[in-house]
């Protein structure tokens, strides 16, 4: 499910869309009230120019599971490499046309502002987005259009108290590792289909 959220959050922008073919892995991290790490997840993203999307858990227990969104077969496959297998299902989420900024638009409540100053993260051209939501939330997030609009940073703080981050690390802009989007032949492969 961490996959899944994960990967729902990545493509709210970028579906059907042509950017840069980049891989990245994101290492996110939560803290309690007194500021102390209480977990820390890393996914390898792997993103490619017809808008295929890869998002592998790379959390020990979850043993590499990968999720590949298939953007021209309108599908989403669930690699399980424990059990040697793969569902696939259809998707049908509609092309968003929007700014990068447009997802925190769309938040109930919050405050939006766009920097578009000029910055870079890993050498990629960056915006920065601040969002205050209700609560006295604030999320401040460095954004890359180019990258289907990815978030290479991010910090959620409350009261001056940091809550969560992300960093990107290891970003390669280039075509990703072909075997990320397919599944292995030995595999099982179960077609599910959506109600």
């Known amino acids: 499910m961490r996959l899944l959220f994960g990967l729902l959050l990545f493509t709210t922008i970028c579906l059907c869309q042509t950017y840069t073919p980049f891989t990245v892995t994101e290492v996110s991290r939560q803290f309690d009230t007194t500021g102390k790490l209480t977990s820390e997840s890393r996914f390898l993203f792997a993103y490619r120019q017809d808008g295929s999307i ?12 990968r ?31 929007g700014s990068c900024d447009a997802r925190f638009h769309a938040i109930a409540g919050a405050v939006v502002s766009v920097d578009n100053s000029p ?71 179960t077609k599910l289909k959506i109600p």
Not at 69 to 96: C, F, G, V
């Open 54 to 65: 890869v998002s592998v858990d790379h959390d020990p227990r979850a043993r590499n599971l």
């Open 67 to 97: 999720q590949i969104l298939d953007a021209s077969k309108h599908q989403t496959l669930l690699i399980e490499p424990t059990s040697r297998s793969a569902s696939q299902m259809p998707y049908n989420w509609p092309p968003s046309s």
């Open 119 to 189: 910055r870079t993260v890993s050498g990629v051209p960056v915006q920065r987005v601040s969002a205050i939501l209700p609560g006295g939330v604030l999320m401040e997030v460095l954004i890359a259009p180019d990258l289907a609009c990815q978030m290479l940073e991010s910090t959620i703080s409350q009261n001056g108290r940091i809550l969560s981050s992300l960093v990107s690390e290891n970003l390669r802009i280039g075509n990703p590792d072909a075997a990320l989007f397919k599944v292995p032949l030995d595999y099982r492969l």
